[in-house]
């Protein structure tokens, strides 16, 4: 069974850093392009920060320059590193994969994503 299983959110002023960190079992996810999305309270889900299996990314243009996807394949670990925080990122932030090994490309819809995790909350104080 896929499991996907975040944490490292929490409460940070505006300015802060956190890093997020999701965990993945049940299968390699190494092949599989991986995600960030945020659901902030009475808004829709919205697209982060995506890599793919080669080590590319892409990044929405409310968080370019200040936050960085990574992946750790031996550790089947993905990494969101939020630095210079503002109260607008605020929500709860979810991981999220992709069901079709390498595929090409990297996907911002919600709906190219198979397997989703539980999501852990970010709050931005100001």
């Known amino acids: 069974q896929v499991q996907l299983v975040e944490s490292g959110g929490g409460l940070v002023q505006a300015g802060g850093s956190l890093t997020l960190s999701c965990v993945a079992s049940?299968?390699?996810?190494?092949?599989?392009?991986m995600a960030w999305f945020r659901q902030a309270p009475g808004k829709d889900y919205e697209f982060v920060a995506a890599i793919s299996w080669s080590g590319d990314s892409k990044y929405a243009d409310s968080v370019k320059g200040r936050f960085t996807i990574s992946r750790d394949t031996a550790k089947s670990t993905l990494y969101l590193q939020m630095d210079s925080l503002k109260p607008e990122d605020t929500a709860v932030y979810y991981c999220a994969a992709d069901g079709v090994s390498y595929r090409v490309g990297i996907f911002t819809t919600k709906s190219e994503y198979a397997y989703w995790g539980q999501g852990t909350q970010v709050t931005v104080s100001s």
């Open positions: 049940g299968r390699t996810f190494s092949p599989y392009v």
